[in-house]
């Protein structure tokens, strides 16, 4: 028997042919496709997480503004700091998201550049993450810190521009796909009432 996941297939059926489920297995085996299949799912596994990052997002937001009219800022400042040290721990492994849509996106169609380009910064802003994280925690050197900090900055600026012209493409595209319905739409009522004429 082989199991996937919650399942178990045995390896012969009633008649003793193997099952369609293990020869589609080997195959994605022997086709290296295992590998894209383990970062979709940690990836998965990871965006869990997003939630708790965006809150503590919003609590940084909160200590940064309540430092500006607080009588002791250096409270909230601090606090400030514990909250961005949790969001990078929150981000170990979140590079796997983008990886995987870099992947894909290479094996589509169409125009691969901005999306390609898109993936690759994001990629490399929460790999860079993870490596301020270790230097915040200090198993690395501050100089590693100051090194990487601005192409963190750099990246996570581009991965957002690209994921704007990607979103604008989709617009677009909805747009012409609502339009050509409509054209249809109108050329069906056109005929219809040429039939009933």
């Keep these: ?45 990871l965006k869990q997480r997003d939630g708790v990052d965006k809150l503590l997002k919003l609590l940084r ?3 940064k503004i309540g430092a500006l009219v607080h009588p002791e800022p250096e409270r909230l400042q601090k606090l400030d700091a514990q909250l961005a040290l949790s969001r990078k ?13 870099l992947r894909l996106a290479l094996l589509k169609g169409g125009n691969k550049i901005i999306p390609a380009a898109t993936e690759t910064v994001s990629t490399a802003y929460y790999f860079i993450e993870q490596i301020l994280f270790f230097a915040k925690v200090g198993i690395l050197d501050k100089w590693v810190e100051q090194r990487f900090a601005k192409t963190a900055v750099i990246c996570e600026l581009l991965s957002y521009i690209g994921s704007i012209i990607m979103k604008l493409g989709q617009l677009r595209e909805l747009e012409d796909r609502r339009f050509n319905i409509n054209i249809e739409i109108s050329k069906q009522k056109s005929e219809g009432e040429c039939l009933e004429g």
Excluded: W
Aim: contains cysteine; aromatic residues 10%; positive net charge.
């Design 61 to 63: 937001y909160a200590a």
């Design 1 to 45: 028997q082989l199991v996937f996941g919650e399942t178990t297939v045995p390896l012969k059926s009633t008649n003793g042919s193997v099952h369609r489920e293990v020869a589609n297995f080997l195959e994605k085996c022997a086709f290296g496709k295992m590998h894209t299949i383990s970062i979709l799912r940690s990836d998965t596994f």
């Design 89 to 101: 721990s929150l981000r170990l492994g979140k590079f796997l998201g983008p990886l995987g849509a």
